[in-house]
Nanobody, 123 residues
Framework: QVQLVESGGGLVQAGGSLRLSCAAS????????MGWFRQAPGKEREFVAA????????YYADSVKGRFTISRDNPKNTVWLQMNSLKPEDTAIYYC????????????????WGQGTQVTVSS
């Protein structure tokens, strides 16, 4: 059983930056692909970014490409989401997720989820 705990959310002005962290425990972190998803009020959960077990391969939603960067440190059991040039439409609860072995952009294919961290971008 893998436990995921997100942190780093908050309130930021448009154009600003935030760095989300996701700390994993209870499993072999390097055996899991990791993803970030977000859910805004009244909307479905959507894919943001994903990273392979080794960290070599990364994937991004078109809406965040060029602004967000996903990275991981396997010895530290941590994955990050660096968010730059934030926009009001980035406002959402951001969730970290883990999936055994294969990376995917599909939420239903992830095995474990964190509790989420709120990101609010003011205009």
């Amino acid at each position: 059983q893998v436990q995921l705990v997100e942190s780093g959310g908050g309130l930021v002005q448009a154009g600003g930056s935030l760095r989300l962290s996701c700390a994993a425990s209870g499993g072999t972190f390097r055996s899991y692909a990791m993803g970030w998803f977000r859910q805004a009020p009244g909307k479905e959960r959507e894919f943001v970014a994903a990273i392979s077990m080794s960290g070599v391969s990364t994937y991004y939603a078109d809406s965040v490409k060029g602004r967000f960067t996903i990275s991981r440190d396997n010895p530290k059991n941590t994955v990050w989401l660096q968010m730059n040039s934030l926009k009001p439409e980035d406002t959402a609860i951001y969730y970290c997720a883990a999936r055994r072995v294969l990376v995917t952009t599909l939420a239903h294919e992830y095995d474990y989820w964190g509790q989420g961290t709120q990101v609010t971008v003011s205009s």
